[in-house]
């Protein structure tokens, strides 16, 4: 089985690229969604305890919480030592169940895949890419989004330009869907005959 990461800086078009994986029957698992669910579960007792008051009826309020992290990088890295384990959890599991059942490729949606050494663990790496000037433009229209949160955002990621370097694919998302599902169907044409490499 081959295992591709994917990932991405915010506004760069990485949503929409795993849609077009998913379109053509590669199973997708998306990291973010999975924290979402902890956020309703799991991860809802750790997180509390940790950063008393941010859970409103039963589940973790994204808003409160980011306003405890604003500012604070031991509190980010608090709260990654957290959540990461158990996304991995999730992920493991998900590559588990998809070797089971014979899958050729199947795709890890990990938007901070460099940052958390998880490209050690995928057999290629995609990265969504666009100018700046695009991505910024993306990202400024999002509800509630300002240029110094944007800033922010972009402090704690890798550089895109860095990504690219370290990518063995990279899908350029400024073109129309049609181009990215094309470089998508291109992707898999490459890796089709390659065998999987992933490390324990």
């Not at 996304?87 to 899958?103: K, L, P, Q, W």
């Not at 998508?184 to 490390?199: F, M, N, T, W, Y």
Request: avoid cysteine; glycine fraction near 8%; proline fraction near 4%.
């Amino acid at each position: 089985m081959f295992i591709l990461g994917l990932t991405g800086s915010i506004g760069m078009g990485k949503s929409v690229t795993a849609s077009f994986f998913r379109e053509a029957g590669v199973p997708v698992h998306d990291s973010d969604a999975v924290v979402h669910r902890l956020y309703e579960g799991e991860a809802v007792g750790p997180v509390e305890a940790a950063f008393p008051g941010v859970t409103v009826a039963g589940k973790i309020d994204r808003g409160k919480l980011a306003e405890r992290l604003v500012g604070r990088p031991e509190a980010i890295k608090q709260l990654e030592a957290i959540v990461h384990p158990l996304v991995r959890t999730v992920s493991d599991r998900f590559i588990g169940e998809n070797e089971a059942r014979g899958a050729r490729v199947i795709v890890l949606d990990i938007p901070l895949l460099f940052e958390t050494g998880r490209d050690n663990k995928v057999d290629a790496v995609v990265v969504v890419s666009a100018p700046a000037d695009v991505q910024r433009a993306r990202v400024l229209k999002r509800p509630g989004m300002t240029a110094e949160k944007l800033d922010a955002l972009l402090a704690r990621q890798m550089s895109d330009a860095e990504k690219r370097a370290r990518a063995h694919f990279v899908v350029d998302s400024s073109r129309s869907f049609d181009s990215a599902r094309a470089q998508v169907h291109g992707i898999l044409r490459a890796v089709a005959s390659l065998p999987g490499r992933r490390i324990g």
